[in-house]
């Protein structure tokens, strides 16, 4: 059955021998050591990514889980979605690139130095990347919250890993680029490009930045980054590994090669459009979120046509699929890949993000892709490579079945119950009685889904089980084979220069993987572009409101320890234009309102309520006794306590410097201000301690609670001094 | 708004239609380009994978194959 099937593809295939001979054979060798490094990466930290994404789910269903300051839900959702992204991922990607470009070039990589160097700096950069994201020093940016070092060492490490990809395709001994290297080319154009764009900031200090652009600006330039990033990072990549893997592990080819083609460019042109689809009915112009609805529709066809063109491959095939554990997380994979890209535009209809928005909806969704996309991919090619790595046979079919189906229940417990919590919460916000009122508080739409999360926290576990199991059944796998680093192989050199014969106009293209890498930008840099530049050079994309005015020092204190703290992770400020939302949060917000935020802080998840109109709404004691015991104030709220702000002393070391920074920025602070923060500090701290101490709460005005009070207090109130005849609409 | 900053530049309602117009003929360029392919230079392409230089082809996974293909190394 094996020979007869290869047999086939060797008789559809030309003759291959013929067109090799009298050419002089090369001998060389592919690098099984850095993949099989890698390969330990993507195992370790997949590991560890989803262990901390339990820590949070558990925190979600329960305060108790919260520990110390530095492992509050806030600071742990942070280290979750980078390790399962940048490490467990990352790692996935590298590993299986480093494996599928070699052979498909037929070439080593280009340099084992740079190999190594990429593999120890990425390591590091995780490990620094989760120390200073527990130790509070984050952007509040999603998935770029690191600070600027290491937004510097990343872009350098993507770097070399673009340069030794590049090298190695350059000195390649196959005339032809397989598709699956096009894809992995566009990955490293994109995101150095996003990352460099979403990650300009204004260092204060080695571990505080502003970032460059501020409000609606930086809203559009985070989503248009964020978006990507789930893009190119978690699937132009990946989609590249399954244009190999699949076809690998099938023993066939991809059932279209045409359609692969299509899909490539199809994908990168449309997809790099779509990230206001995040930010719909926000304070973001009209036209720039429909112009993210209108790509994000489009994105359907490319994105299926991967799909299928990856299950096809399976055709005449499925019978393998019923022993093969490989090929069984392959189609989990590429199912899930399905439904998260035709949910992905569904939920970029209008109507439906209203329903959606700020909900577990969305988290729900993004699990999907990736546990069962990224995780199952992952775990495929880690059953297909190590057994070829370590020269036998994997240890147990057995085992990697049972985690196939463990797996496959755990997404299904993480998934059904988050879905549902979405849904219930959305309803319940937008409900009315018949008198007109809102009918529920917002804390009782969320005791109402605590049980969907600790079952989703169940879903948690049931996956991790299954990782725990392939780890085992990898470890004895290891442990019976013997590896090797060097793998033979011999190939003839290719004459760049030759015309093939009977060329194809694309074939031009592929012979020259140095243009390919210029029109792959180019066709990712238009839509950028055509998103940016209305927005930052047409002043009135965002009116102005006289009554806004910068933050006092004491108030952009407060409003760092908010970022320190993440509170963005569940507490949005926007407030869209819908009646439940105006009557429960105030009226809905406007882009002049943000002018002077660096970064935004308009969040994309309301665990807790909506803080853009808090100030004045509460007195100070209760933001006090809040923030020191939340459930004292509302009982079976989940927020954890945030008792050390009240211990802790602000450090106003910085201050100046930060008031200097945000002048060199632009905000108008009048000139010579930055001489007299302490003093303006001192003064608004002593209101503060003095409202506190009429409602019998002793407290230092030192302390790092007084500026959170002040902060939260400001939010919102510079529009309540206006008539709002007088506010723009937008 | 930014309309009346838009309305100011030139000529600018032909800026969509061209905009349209590069859109789609740049898919269909490549649609048409794509299926003119050579069948020949295609089943080449697609194989690659299924040939990386190192003479082994058995891609099976199950364990009453004994074919193993790296016992020659």
């Given amino acids: ?730 | 708004m930014y309309k009346d900053v838009a309305r100011a530049i030139e000529g600018i309602d032909i800026y969509p239609m061209i905009g349209v117009i590069i859109f789609f003929s740049v898919f269909v360029i490549m649609i048409i380009n794509v299926y003119s392919a050579k069948k020949t230079n295609v089943a080449h392409w697609e194989n690659l994978p299924l040939e990386d230089a190192t003479n082994n082809h058995s891609n099976s996974f199950t364990q009453n194959n004994t074919q193993n293909e790296t016992e020659s190394i």
């Fill in chain 1, 1 to 730: 059955m094996e020979n007869q099937t290869s047999n086939q593809i060797t008789q559809e295939s030309p003759p291959i021998k013929k067109k090799w001979e009298g050419l002089q054979l090369e001998h060389f060798s592919y690098d099984n050591t850095i993949v099989r490094n890698f390969a330990y990466a993507t195992t370790f930290w997949g590991l560890i990514g989803m262990v901390v994404g339990l820590l949070a789910a558990l925190q979600m269903a329960h305060p108790m889980f919260n520990f110390t300051e530095y492992f509050t839900f806030g600071r742990v959702r942070a280290v979750h979605t980078n390790a399962v992204i940048f490490a467990f991922v990352g790692n996935g990607i590298f590993m299986g690139v480093y494996y599928s470009l070699q052979r498909l070039c037929k070439a080593r990589m280009y340099s084992d130095i740079l190999s190594k160097i990429h593999f120890w700096a990425w390591q590091l950069i995780i490990v620094f990347a989760a120390v200073t994201l527990f130790l509070g020093y984050n952007t509040s940016k999603e998935y770029a919250e690191l600070e600027w070092p290491l937004d510097i060492a990343i872009a350098l490490i993507w770097v070399v890993f673009g340069v030794n990809m590049m090298g190695t395709i350059i000195k390649r001994r196959e005339q032809h680029l397989y598709v699956a290297i096009w894809f992995f080319i566009a990955t490293f154009v994109t995101v150095a490009v996003l990352h460099i764009v979403n990650s300009m900031e204004y260092p204060v200090s080695l571990t505080k930045s502003y970032s460059l652009y501020a409000g609606v600006q930086d809203a559009l330039v985070q989503w248009w980054y964020g978006h990507n990033a789930v893009a190119f990072f978690l699937t132009t990549p990946y989609l590249g590994l399954m244009y190999y893997f699949v076809p690998k592990a099938a023993n066939r080819p991809v059932y279209s090669y045409r359609l692969s083609i299509i899909h490539y460019w199809a994908l990168i042109f449309i997809y790099i459009w779509a990230g206001p689809h995040h930010l719909l009915y926000t304070a973001l112009p009209d036209w720039a979120q429909w112009l993210g609805t209108v790509f994000s529709l489009m994105l359907i066809a490319p994105s299926w046509g991967g799909m299928l063109n990856g299950l096809l491959t399976l055709r005449g095939a499925w019978d393998k699929v019923r022993e093969n554990p490989v090929l069984k997380f392959f189609v989990v994979a590429l199912t899930s890949y399905g439904m998260a890209t035709f949910e992905g535009p569904m939920l970029s209809f209008k109507n439906v993000n209203a329903i959606s928005h700020y909900t577990d909806w969305t988290i729900a969704h993004v699990h999907v892709g990736a546990l069962g996309w990224n995780g199952f991919l992952t775990f495929g090619m880690l059953y297909w490579l190590m057994p070829r790595l370590f020269s036998t046979k994997l240890f147990s079919t057995k085992l990697a079945n049972t985690h196939f189906w463990i797996g496959t229940l755990g997404i299904l417990f993480y998934a059904i119950p988050i879905y549902w919590a979405g849904w219930t919460q959305s309803l319940m916000w937008k409900e009315f009685t018949p008198a007109g009122f809102l009918k529920y508080e917002f804390l009782e739409t969320v005791t109402q889904i605590l049980p969907m999360y600790y079952m989703r926290a169940f879903g948690g576990l049931l996956y991790i089980i299954g990782v725990l199991i392939m780890i085992y059944n990898i470890f004895r796998t290891i442990q019976q084979g013997r590896f090797i680093p060097e793998e033979k192989a011999s190939a003839p050199a290719i004459k760049v220069q030759e015309k093939e014969k009977g060329g194809h106009w694309h074939s031009w293209i592929e012979k020259r993987p140095l243009q390919l890498l210029f029109w792959s930008t180019v066709a990712i840099l238009i839509g950028g572009f055509i998103e940016f530049v209305p927005t930052f050079l047409i002043r009135s994309n965002v009116p102005t409101i006289a009554a806004v005015k910068p933050y006092t020092p004491l108030e952009l204190e407060g409003r760092d320890i908010y970022i320190r703290e993440n509170c963005a992770v569940c507490h949005s400020q926007m407030i869209r234009p819908f009646r439940d939302e105006t009557e429960r949060y105030g009226d809905y917000s406007k882009a002049g309102e943000f002018v002077y935020d660096r970064p935004f802080l308009w969040g994309s998840k309301r665990t807790g309520p909506d803080l853009q109109r808090e100030g004045g709404k509460m007195p100070d004691s209760w933001h006090f006794n809040h923030m020191y015991d939340p459930q004292s104030t509302s009982p079976g709220s989940i927020m954890p306590p945030y008792y050390w702000l009240i211990e802790n002393q602000l450090n106003t070391s910085l201050t100046e410097r930060k008031i200097k920074a945000m002048q060199n920025l632009g905000v108008p602070y009048p000139k010579g201000f930055e001489k007299k923060v302490h003093e303006d500090m001192a003064k608004q701290a002593a209101g503060i301690q003095e409202r506190l101490a009429n409602d019998n709460i002793e407290v230092k005005a030192d302390r790092e609670i007084i500026a959170i009070i002040a902060y939260l207090q400001r939010l919102g109130t510079d529009v309540e001094k206006v008539d709002p005849q007088y506010l723009p609409k937008k």
